[in-house]
């Protein structure tokens, strides 16, 4: 609930009054918990830094230290998930947590 609550407040915060949304699914291989925002998205350049710790992105809100993200793959990873970030094909940032199947 850290990593999914991280995530969600990131949404949150970049979303400009916008809707966050969250889904999941399942399947053989794995669960999947999307969290997703209707604002601008991540600058290209962050995104391969974004789980980065301290790494803050150049749309990062003030009163930030950059360990949000890190402590969520740190958590997820350590749960035999993966997590990723990307842009929504029509605007928006999008987390993808997958927890696999033993």
Not at 29 to 42: P, V
């Amino acid at each position: 609930m850290e990593a999914v609550g991280n995530l969600m407040k990131n949404c949150m915060e970049h979303n400009r009054g916008g809707t966050v949304h969250c889904a999941y699914g399942q399947n053989p291989l794995y669960t999947e918990i999307r969290i997703w925002d209707e604002g601008e998205g991540f600058c290209k350049e962050d995104i391969p830094h974004l789980f980065e710790r301290f790494y803050r992105g150049k749309n990062a809100c003030e009163g930030g230290i950059g360990i949000g993200l890190a402590l969520s793959r740190e958590i997820v990873e350590r749960q035999n998930g993966t997590l990723r970030a990307k842009n929504m094909p029509d605007g928006g940032a999008c987390f993808e947590i997958r927890f696999y199947s033993h």
